[in-house]
């Protein structure tokens, strides 16, 4: 029988809510599996697809070419396991995990235990991490290699022996690379890595600085002559390159405020404020619908409650370390501050040419709020040092436990429809009481006298509230969003089953089409390649002529929406009706047989007045567009099966 101190018996008795942390960020990422749904996914996993068979490109038919940071790995997952949705999101998700252990080992470098296994859980149920670990997209990634590079720098700067500095600064580079290749929106991390440099070196380069002001005064003026004019020289040369000579909101450059994850404020760049030559970022603008000043001011609509769990804290936290000089939050504060300040005012190259070149580019494509991913590893850092000092690591375990098990639970109560509505109102109840233990953490940690148990309390409590808030409905980009997301899914999966069973006809490619793709095996094809990837080199097409000519499948959004015209009638339809995200399938049959498929229906509804019979009869007269017919086999739903009639559809059509 093994010793008790043997190694590796030590080794999980010494980290066993390091593991219980990660069994719960695993398990919330596979409850809120996400998969390959949406838009951009679909293009990384195109390219994915086509490096595991060796096809090495330069240039695709999709942007995110130039990010194979992310498609690279996912490609080496499709190599090993075959391609498959859950394939796909093997490497997001190892990324997501991958990056909380690198958050510990900050939070340990910078404050000790307590604040690594806060940091831990915080970020293991951070909603935005959840959310967007199971998705083909940079941002995971992203976070991942940035929070590494942070990391290996914090183990070059201890690090006493030179061999091991190198090493620990080769790691970083690495990481850094990996960041810029997965998206180069990871370029600011640059200036939050000099800051930290500059940061650690203040005492030498106060000595510096000390040393010139004894040198000679001709030698410093002529010195800061040439930099002045170096600076000058280098701000006509950028602004020359300026794509448009205007003022953006009144000098903020950024079509996201910043304000709005925090505070709720909306600010984005509107059409109006843009120059003729701002396609030459390829990014479209907000044209607002109402207006302007509607739009920029605080609204309950505007709301997005993503950060409310961890935002009153995370600003105690900076005063809290302010007023005590704490230098363990040096480098967190920092390096968000850097990054936040950035992402406000800061420019930004579209491309790599862009930056080359020296083109000023204001930052107009913050336009979701995945893009924050990792600027809010050092907001979660800095809420957790902040805990860590109202707490001890003998009682830590129990609060941890607690709120282990009360995340898990929560989850599981929300999927549950009867338990859902309870569920909401008790996670209410934890943003209250967040927001009232916060307020009172601040003078409990300031004031002295208050017994060491009730600050153990205060403290503790908020790690497990903390945790239940943070799967409190929100916004897109939130756990939540996994109800709708799960539902399209579904829809998908069962639209392509159905063309699985159906002739080998073309498949009209829509915009709602190329999420088939995917799922069909890359069978389909894509909506928007050129001719040589259409069919009948697969099923996809963008002729219509040829699907007038052979037949065909058209694929449309929301099963509710009227028809006009008998040749669009719904063949089938997948999900909810009422649901945004269910699908319709139309077929469109040449004239001839489209008559042929009548006759049949008419002569099998004759013998069977079933449901199946009577739908099959008006899709067939739909598609033969015999209005008579379709009258006929309307009157014949509504007689034998009235609580059933598609009724919305049909009354679009009898209208026009």
Request: charged share 15%; glycine share 6%.
């Amino acid at each position: 029988m093994p010793s008790r101190n043997h190694p590796v018996r030590k080794f999980i008795a010494d980290n066993w809510l390091l593991f219980a942390i990660l069994l719960l960020a695993l398990f919330l990422r596979l409850f809120y599996f996400v998969g390959v749904v949406r838009g951009d996914d679909f293009a990384y996993t195109y390219y994915a697809h086509k490096l595991s068979q060796g096809e090495l490109q330069v240039t695709g038919p999709y942007p995110g070419i130039d990010r194979p940071g992310l498609y690279a790995p996912v490609a080496v997952f499709f190599s090993v396991f075959g391609v498959g949705e859950f394939v796909a999101t093997l490497f997001p998700l190892l990324a997501s995990l991958v990056t909380i252990l690198f958050i510990y080992q900050i939070g340990f470098l910078l404050a000790g235990k307590k604040a690594a296994l806060l940091s831990a859980f915080f970020w293991a149920v951070f909603p935005l991490s959840i959310f967007m670990a199971t998705q083909v997209d940079p941002e995971t990634p992203l976070t991942m290699a940035t929070t590494g590079a942070i990391y290996f720098l914090l183990m070059a700067h201890g690090a006493s022996k030179l061999a091991f500095k190198a090493l620990w600064f080769l790691f970083c580079a690495l990481f850094l690379v990996w960041a810029f290749l997965t998206k180069l929106s990871s370029v600011p991390i640059l200036f939050v890595i000099a800051a930290l440099l500059v940061y650690w070196s203040r005492d030498r380069l106060r000595g510096l600085l000390t040393a010139l002001r004894k040198k000679s005064l001709p030698i410093r003026r002529v010195g800061g002559g040439l930099l002045f004019l170096a600076l000058v020289a280098a701000a006509v040369f950028v602004s020359s390159k300026q794509p448009w000579p205007i003022v953006i909101n009144n000098l903020e450059l950024t079509s996201y405020d910043m304000a709005r994850p925090f505070i709720g404020r909306s600010n984005p760049v509107q059409r109006s404020d843009v120059g003729g030559d701002y396609w030459i970022i390829n990014r479209d603008v907000f044209d607002p619908p109402v207006e302007p000043d509607v739009l920029t001011q605080p609204t309950a609509g505007n709301r997005f409650k993503l950060f409310d769990p961890f935002l009153l804290v995370f600003l105690i936290a900076i005063g809290y370390g302010v007023v005590q000089r704490k230098i363990s939050l040096a480098v967190p504060l920092i390096w968000f501050a850097l990054l936040f300040f950035y992402f406000e005012w800061g420019p930004f190259p579209r491309s790599l040419s862009h930056a080359l070149t020296f083109v000023y580019v204001p930052v107009t494509h913050w336009i979701a709020h995945d893009n924050l991913l990792y600027l809010c590893v050092p907001l979660v850092l800095v809420v957790s040092i902040y805990l860590a000092e109202g707490l001890d690591l003998k009682s830590l375990g129990a609060y941890f436990i607690l709120a282990v098990v009360s995340v898990f639970a929560f989850s599981l109560a929300l999927d549950y429809l009867p338990t859902r509505e309870l569920a909401l109102n008790y996670m209410e109840l934890s943003l209250v009481f967040v927001v009232a233990l916060s307020l009172l953490s601040s003078i409990v940690l300031l004031r002295a006298g208050i017994p060491k148990s009730r600050k153990t309390t205060i403290f503790g409590l908020l790690v497990p509230l903390i945790g239940i808030a943070s799967l409190l409905p929100s916004a897109h980009y939130h756990a939540w969003d996994f109800f709708k997301e799960k539902e399209r899914r579904e829809n998908l999966h069962a639209v392509v089953t159905f063309l699985e069973d159906q002739p080998e006809l073309p498949f009209f490619a829509g915009f709602n089409a190329m999420p088939l793709d995917f799922y069909s095996g890359y069978q389909y094809g894509f909506a928007y390649l050129g001719e040589e990837y259409n069919y009948p080199q697969t099923r996809m097409t963008t002729d219509r002529e040829l699907i007038a000519r052979e037949g065909g499948f058209f694929l449309r959004a929301g099963c509710r929406e009227p028809v006009f015209s008998l040749s669009n009638w719904a063949l089938a339809e997948f999900g909810d009706p009422a649901s945004t995200e269910c699908f319709s399938l139309v077929r469109s049959l040449p004239a001839d047989r489209a008559q042929v498929e009548l006759a049949e229906a008419r002569n099998q509804v004759t013998k069977l007045l079933t449901q199946d019979a009577i739908s099959a009869y008006l899709a067939a007269a739909a598609n033969a567009e015999n209005l008579p017919e379709f009258i006929h086999a309307l009157s014949l739903y509504a007689t034998y099966f009235p609580d059933d009639i598609p009724i919305s559809q049909a009354q679009g059509l009898i209208l026009a």
